[in-house]
């Protein structure tokens, strides 16, 4: 019988703010059929896992088009999250003349999240 201690796999320590972004979802809705504009929603769970009362506390998304450009920025304040709570925010904007995605001009928007 072998007695080996330790670990003897790969391990890794995560490091998060106490404040911080739980989850998020995504979502982006054409507005009629012509294409000519699109509704970007973001669904954030910002969680407190802290015990005090953080203050303020922002959110903020910059929507890139394929160049790294900033198309929008979307922010919302939170005013109070006591400790060990959670709140939904969202964020919404209309983008207008979206790039098209199709298999011979792949494009992409970048959402990102400070």
Do not use: C
Not at 23 to 28: G, I, K, P, V
Not at 45 to 68: F, M, Q, T
Not at 72 to 85: F, Q, V
């Amino acid at each position: 019988m072998f007695r080996f201690g330790g670990i003897h796999r790969s391990v890794y320590l995560y490091a998060a703010p106490k404040v911080h972004v739980r989850d998020y979802f995504l979502r982006s809705d054409f507005e009629g059929d012509d294409f000519s504009s699109a509704t970007f929603e973001v669904e954030a769970s910002v969680r407190n896992y802290g015990k005090g009362n953080p203050g303020a506390v922002s959110i903020e998304v910059d929507l890139l088009d394929a160049n790294g450009k900033t198309v929008t920025t979307l922010s919302r304040t939170i005013d109070r999250l006591s400790g060990g709570k959670e709140t939904k925010v969202s964020l919404q904007t209309t983008v207008a003349n979206p790039l098209l995605w199709s298999p011979k001009h792949p494009t992409s928007i970048l959402p990102l999240s400070r």
